[in-house]
């Protein structure tokens, strides 16, 4: 396996998981028999990533806890759940000195398989893009936010669903939250992001926007089977995701 020593990934597990109905962080639920968290970890450390950095927040003692069997694990903790780029940036002390990619993933995405991760990275890598997403598939495509391209194809900017259009909305392709990004470049644009948005909220999906309207090249890489990329919400998505994986067809 080919070790990736420039890169360093960022696990974001700092949410509650209220549509749970449990009381445990969500990437501490069990798929089954499996906490969440542990199928992310292990996809990440089978793409060669060695660096590994998880950002904590709810009940972050339990979710710290379950990481004590992976080594090279560091924890920086989100105090307050001020979206994905508010995330990211509280691993900006631990990371202020590399000089790679950070890929972010999302601890409560279980299936995402390490010949993915790969991919997103080395294309990434190749064209030296200082950003890059990973897409997929969603119909219908509610909730998400939608990829936007430009006439050439590549993406222009990711619009979350509440602050889409009605042409927007129609867009059937969609962010999976997997990340890749050019560091410390990424750490500087962060600071420039604002949360002038229906939420309130601090988005990594504003990053990519932030350099294309400066005339820089964003990657985007689409998902053949969309069900890498599901996440785990209610227990509704655990029970669907489980019957999936129990018919084999996640190894495909």
């Given at each position: 396996?080919?070790?990736?020593?420039?890169?360093?990934?960022?696990?974001?597990?700092?949410?509650?998981?209220?549509?749970?109905?449990?009381?445990?962080?969500?990437?501490?639920?069990?798929?089954?028999?499996?906490?969440?968290?542990?199928?992310?970890?292990?996809?990440?450390?089978?793409?060669?990533?060695?660096?590994?950095?998880?950002v904590v927040g709810y009940k972050k003692?339990?979710?710290?806890?379950?990481?004590?069997?992976?080594?090279?694990?560091?924890?920086?903790?989100?105090?307050?759940?001020?979206?994905?780029?508010?995330?990211?940036?509280?691993?900006?002390?631990?990371?202020?000195?590399?000089?790679?990619?950070?890929?972010?993933?999302?601890?409560?995405?279980?299936?995402?398989?390490?010949?993915?991760?790969?991919?997103?990275?080395?294309?990434?890598?190749?064209?030296?893009?200082?950003?890059?997403?990973?897409?997929?598939?969603?119909?219908?495509?509610?909730?998400?936010?939608?990829?936007?391209?430009?006439?050439?194809?590549?993406?222009?900017?990711?619009?979350?669903?509440?602050?889409?259009?009605?042409?927007?909305?129609?867009?059937?392709?969609?962010?999976?939250?997997?990340?890749?990004?050019?560091?410390?470049?990424?750490?500087?644009?962060?600071?420039?992001?604002?949360?002038?948005?229906?939420?309130?909220?601090?988005?990594?999906?504003?990053?990519?926007?932030?350099?294309?309207?400066?005339?820089?090249?964003?990657?985007?890489?689409?998902?053949?089977?969309?069900?890498?990329?599901?996440?785990?919400?209610s227990q509704q998505d655990l029970q669907k995701l489980a019957q999936y994986?129990?018919?084999?067809?996640?190894?495909?």
């Amino acid at each position: 396996m080919h070790r990736m020593n420039d890169v360093c990934a960022v696990v974001l597990a700092a949410g509650k998981g209220t549509r749970m109905k449990s009381e445990k962080p969500k990437v501490a639920v069990e798929l089954l028999g499996k906490p969440l968290l542990h199928y992310v970890l292990d996809s990440i450390k089978q793409a060669g990533i060695d660096k590994i950095i998880i950002v904590v927040g709810y009940k972050k003692e339990k979710v710290i806890s379950l990481c004590s069997s992976y080594e090279m694990i560091e924890f920086v903790e989100q105090k307050e759940q001020l979206g994905t780029g508010h995330a990211l940036l509280t691993a900006e002390t631990v990371l202020q000195s590399f000089q790679g990619q950070v890929l972010v993933a999302c601890g409560d995405v279980p299936l995402i398989q390490p010949k993915t991760i790969t991919a997103l990275l080395t294309e990434a890598q190749g064209h030296e893009y200082p950003a890059s997403v990973l897409s997929s598939e969603a119909i219908p495509p509610d909730g998400y936010g939608r990829i936007v391209r430009t006439s050439t194809n590549k993406i222009e900017k990711i619009v979350e669903h509440k602050d889409a259009s009605p042409q927007e909305r129609a867009i059937t392709e969609i962010n999976t939250g997997t990340y890749t990004f050019q560091s410390p470049a990424i750490f500087e644009k962060l600071h420039t992001i604002g949360n002038s948005n229906a939420q309130g909220e601090y988005y990594l999906p504003d990053i990519i926007h932030k350099y294309t309207s400066e005339g820089k090249t964003c990657g985007v890489m689409k998902l053949q089977n969309s069900w890498e990329c599901s996440g785990v919400n209610s227990q509704q998505d655990l029970q669907k995701l489980a019957q999936y994986m129990e018919e084999g067809k996640h190894i495909a």
